[in-house]
């Protein structure tokens, strides 16, 4: 158990497990938004990260989007869904 930095082209991410102070298990997949050669901002935000589920700032879901690719990951996604759900639609008819 513990986090570990995990390089993930073309950023480094925070992954793994923790027990919080209630005992309850946590699993962490988080980007960190820095590049390779940023390494030592990536494990200063692996602490950050590791300071906000022991004092019960974050909950389970810690793998929440939270950079623009992510963001633009998910509007992707949720336009395709739309298209293809008017598609779906308007073939019943």
């Known amino acids: ?3 570990k930095l995990t390089w993930r082209d073309p950023v480094w ?3 793994g497990t923790v027990v919080d102070p209630t005992g309850e298990k946590i699993r962490v997949r988080k ?5 390779k050669n940023e390494k030592q901002f990536a494990m200063d935000a692996m602490r950050r990260l590791l300071i906000e ?3 019960g700032k974050l ?6 989007a939270e950079t623009l690719a992510d963001v633009w990951a998910g509007v992707r ?3 395709s869904a739309r298209m293809l759900t008017n598609e779906l639609g308007e073939g019943a008819r």
């Open 13 to 15: 991410y925070v992954t």
């Open 31 to 35: 980007s960190t938004g820095f590049g």
């Open 59 to 64: 909950g389970k879901a810690t793998g929440e």
């Open 1 to 3: 158990m513990g986090l």
């Open 77 to 79: 996604m949720m336009t």
């Open 53 to 55: 589920v022991m004092s």
